[in-house]
């Protein structure tokens, strides 16, 4: 990691921490897609859902969160475009294809994981 990367880490964390304390998560916006906000409400909600899945070292290492958070936004902007054209082509499901899916989500799942 270059002596620039680093600062600019270290920049962007000190913003961070800066509009953390002056702002809540409802409020702090950390990525925009097209007009929608993904507030770091949501970032956190995400980070709370998946970090079981993620190794414990990677928990521990400060480049680690970086590269989780970094992938969680990543993650939440993909579905935000998803969903915007999803809803600008006005694509919906069939109840059947609801099911299905709801099937295919939830298989392996046992009864109220899902």
Do not use: W
């Not at 880490?9 to 002056?22: M, P």
């Amino acid at each position: 990691m270059t002596t620039r990367t680093i600062i600019t880490l270290l920049t962007f964390a000190s913003l961070l921490n800066f509009l953390a304390c002056s702002q809540t998560p409802d409020q702090l916006v950390v990525a925009k897609v097209n007009d929608e906000k993904i507030r770091a409400k949501e970032l956190i909600q995400t980070f709370k859902e998946e970090k079981d899945h993620f190794d414990t070292a990677l928990l521990k290492d400060p480049d680690g969160i970086y590269a989780i958070k970094k992938r969680i936004i990543n993650d939440l902007t993909q579905e935000h475009l998803l969903i915007q054209k999803v809803n600008e082509k006005k694509i919906t499901l069939t109840p059947e294809e609801e099911n299905a899916l709801q099937d295919a989500t939830a298989f392996g799942f046992t009864d109220g994981e899902f």
